[in-house]
């Protein structure tokens, strides 16, 4: 067998030995790779392991997204800005808000709404 980095054998299986803190120990007896992602604050490095097949863990954006067409119809119907809003609500407080913005000049127009003078 030729590994690129260091192993041991250890009751028949192979451990990977950590380098350079590129591994993180898994369930107590297995190593993984480590999460690349990078922290914008302090600068320091997740400490999770990466999910397979991925350099990132989980919490960092190893899915990848929706998978099927119908996931991806979905996503692009949803159209959410931070999970709150969607396209049909922010056209329906548009709506609202210029049926009160024309009500207020129709009503300034008859002069419903006098001034208060002291």
Same mark, same amino acid.
Not at 32 to 39: F, G, H, I, N, P
Not at 68 to 74: I, K, L, N, S, W
């Given at each position: &067998?030729?590994?690129?980095?260091?192993t041991s054998?250890?009751?028949? /299986? !192979? &451990? /990977?030995?950590p380098?350079?803190?590129? /591994?993180?120990?898994?369930?107590?007896?297995?190593?993984?790779l480590?999460? #690349? @992602?990078?922290?914008?604050?302090? +600068?320091?490095?997740?400490?999770? /392991? @990466?999910?397979?097949g991925?350099?990132?863990? =989980? &919490?960092?954006?190893?899915? +990848?997204?929706p998978? #099927?067409q119908?996931?991806?119809?979905? !996503?692009?119907?949803?159209?959410?800005?931070?999970g709150?809003?969607?396209? @049909?609500?922010?056209? #329906?407080?548009?709506? !609202?808000?210029? =049926?009160?913005?024309?009500?207020i000049?129709? +009503?300034?127009? !008859?002069?419903?709404?006098?001034? =208060?003078?002291?």
């Amino acid at each position: &067998m030729n590994f690129s980095h260091s192993t041991s054998l250890l009751n028949g /299986f !192979i &451990m /990977f030995l950590p380098e350079q803190e590129n /591994f993180v120990p898994v369930f107590g007896h297995r190593l993984a790779l480590r999460c #690349t @992602a990078k922290s914008k604050r302090s +600068g320091k490095r997740c400490c999770g /392991f @990466a999910v397979k097949g991925y350099s990132v863990c =989980r &919490m960092h954006g190893c899915g +990848g997204g929706p998978k #099927t067409q119908e996931g991806v119809a979905r !996503i692009a119907s949803a159209n959410t800005k931070h999970g709150r809003e969607t396209r @049909a609500i922010r056209l #329906t407080r548009q709506t !609202i808000r210029l =049926r009160l913005e024309l009500a207020i000049l129709v +009503g300034n127009a !008859i002069k419903l709404f006098e001034k =208060r003078t002291k």
